[in-house]
């Protein structure tokens, strides 16, 4: 499907990311825009380790391959555990940082200036 990791890299992960930061830089919001996308990159980048061959252990998508993985870089839990109460409505494996889906929320915040022009 793609020509090599960093391609499927880049296609998966990075656009579900620009395609995130581009709907955070537009003035318009609603329809939990943002929390979708949000959700989009975390599951992206979760699942992008299942392409991963690890020095320590070659094979992908198994248990011990995502604990090498979280290991090495923490956050990498919290991916898991988006992606996960994001399907199932809550973690449902090992110690998550989540307790349920509704913790994953879209905050809108309006700043509004006063000056001397008006």
């Not at 960093?6 to 995130?20: C, K, M, N, P």
């Not at 929390?35 to 975390?42: E, F, M, R, W, Y």
């Not at 555990?81 to 309006?110: C, F, M, Y």
């Amino acid at each position: 499907m793609f020509d090599d990791i960093a391609a499927l890299f880049h296609e998966s992960v990075i656009a579900a990311y620009q395609d995130y930061l581009e709907a955070r830089r537009s003035p318009t919001s609603g329809r939990s825009r943002d929390l979708k996308l949000g959700i989009a990159v975390a599951t992206a980048a979760y699942h992008f380790r299942e392409h991963l061959r690890l020095h320590e252990h070659p094979q992908p998508s198994n248990k011990i391959h995502e604990k090498l993985v979280i290991s090495r870089c923490p956050e990498y839990g919290l991916l898991k555990d988006i992606a996960n109460a994001s399907k199932h409505g809550e973690p449902t494996q090992g110690s998550p940082r989540l307790r349920s889906a509704q913790d994953i929320e879209e905050v809108v915040v309006i700043t509004e200036f006063a000056d001397e022009a008006g």
